[in-house]
């Protein structure tokens, strides 16, 4: 199993950025998929951005929403993943989760077994 803990979040104004960090431990995989979901109060949790790698390549997913404005990285050293949130607007209001396994559908919340505690991401206008 995998444990995840996002960190990174925080009260920000429209038009400012943030990364948020994930930081993994205990066994991964050769071919595995992270990636970030949010969730406003409210709604249901939405799929944001995710990654997934081998030894034969590396693909992206994106949101419809953050298309263009957040990007993910991955640091195999350091067993962590990255989202890069560029251009905040308020509407990107949420608690972000960290999320990995191994799937072949990576936007889908359902398909992951592992997900971490979440960090509050606010943005005023």
């Known amino acids: 199993q995998v444990q995840l803990v996002e960190s990174g979040g925080g009260l920000v104004q429209a038009g400012d950025s943030l990364r948020l960090s994930c930081a993994a431990s205990?066994?991964?995989?050769?071919?595995?998929?992270m990636a970030w979901f949010r969730q406003a109060p409210g709604k249901s949790r939405e799929f944001v951005i995710a990654?997934?790698?081998?030894?034969?390549?590396?693909?992206?997913y994106y949101g419809d929403s953050v298309e263009g404005r957040f990007t993910i990285s991955r640091d195999g050293a350091k067993n962590a993943v990255y989202l890069q949130m560029d251009n905040l607007q308020p509407e990107d209001t949420a608690v972000y989760y960290c999320?990995?396994?191994?799937?072949?559908?990576?936007?889908?919340?359902?398909?992951?077994?592992?997900w971490g505690q979440g960090t509050q991401v606010t943005v005023s206008s």
């Open positions: 999320a990995a396994g191994q799937t072949l559908r990576p936007t889908a919340s359902s398909d992951y077994d592992n």
């Open positions: 205990g066994h991964t995989f050769t071919t595995y998929t």
């Open positions: 990654m997934t790698w081998s030894e034969f390549s590396t693909s992206k």
